[in-house]
Nanobody, 119 residues
């Protein structure tokens, strides 16, 4: 059973920074991609950033230049450094993983970590 555990959310003032972490556990043979999505109240869940097994990254336009996604393949962990946060970034941030286990391909979500940005 693959599980994702996020950490690093919290309350920050506008202009501040946070670093999110997401650790994957379980029998994982390979990870194709990991990423971060977010959902603000009343909004749909949206992609924030993804990173492939080879390190290729993709960002939502709204976070380009402010957020940086990275991963530690040895630890099955993905990070996201978030700088210059603004109130529009406030949301629950969810970690996502697509990979191969002993039961085949899986897509997993974490439970989310709350980011609150005060103006």
């Amino acid at each position: 059973q693959v599980q994702l555990v996020e950490s690093g959310g919290g309350l920050v003032q506008a202009g501040g920074s946070l670093k999110l972490s997401c650790a994957a556990s379980g029998t994982i043979l390979s990870i194709n991609a990991m990423g971060w999505f977010r959902q603000a109240p009343g909004n749909q869940r949206e992609l924030v950033a993804t990173i492939s097994s080879g390190g290729s990254t993709n960002y939502a336009d709204s976070v380009k230049g402010r957020f940086t996604i990275s991963r530690d393949n040895a630890k099955n962990t993905v990070y996201m450094q978030m700088n210059s946060l603004n109130p529009e970034d406030a949301a629950v941030y969810y970690c996502n993983l697509g990979g191969v286990t002993d039961r085949g391909y899986v897509l997993r979500w974490g439970r989310g970590t709350l980011v609150t940005v005060s103006s």
